[in-house]
């Protein structure tokens, strides 16, 4: 009978881990996909209770090595507070509004982002491209969006 109860304990925490799992947002997703300098220029953005947001959102998520690959200082310089703005514009540029999985991505040319600009979408034998980054993991599902990773940081015209 103990061991009964057990197992039946341990299956029903199990289903609240994986309900708590499903249920995470976007901010909450991105922390525990370890996109820790995705996260810290989030916050330094005050973009966090947007993204936080009932959405559906679709973000084009740079990894912390695509973060590295800027310029020496760029995001150093982007963190600082007197340059919300610019680093605002520059995240925001990551976002579709929409659910947008990667089977409604490969049907696409561009799509337009929460900032306002245009990402360019292309589809070739070595895989989808957002504007210069390729698209390297799909389909993250948030309980308000869904997460695709990409390799570089993408930068407004």
């Not at 061991?3 to 029903?12: E, F, N, S, V």
């Not at 245009?118 to 504007?131: C, E």
Request: charged share 15%.
């Amino acid at each position: 009978m103990i061991h009964r109860m057990t197992m039946l304990l341990a299956g029903a925490l199990a289903l609240a881990v994986a309900s708590n799992a499903a249920a995470a947002d976007i901010v909450d997703t991105a922390v525990a996909g370890h996109f820790n300098t995705l996260v810290a220029a989030v916050k330094a953005a005050g973009l966090v209770d947007t993204l936080k947001g009932p959405g559906p959102f679709t973000v084009f998520a740079p990894t912390d090595e695509a973060f590295a690959k800027l310029p020496p200082g760029t995001l150093e310089s982007l963190l600082k507070p007197e340059n919300k703005q610019k680093l605002q514009k520059i995240l925001t540029y990551h976002v579709v509004a929409g659910h947008v999985t990667a089977n409604d991505v490969v049907k696409l040319r561009s799509a337009e982002t929460v900032a306002g600009g245009s990402l360019t979408i292309k589809t070739a034998g070595s895989g989808v491209m957002v504007n210069n980054a390729h698209v390297i993991k799909t389909d993250i599902v948030a309980s308000n969006g869904v997460i695709h990773v990409i390799d570089t940081v993408l930068l407004p015209e």
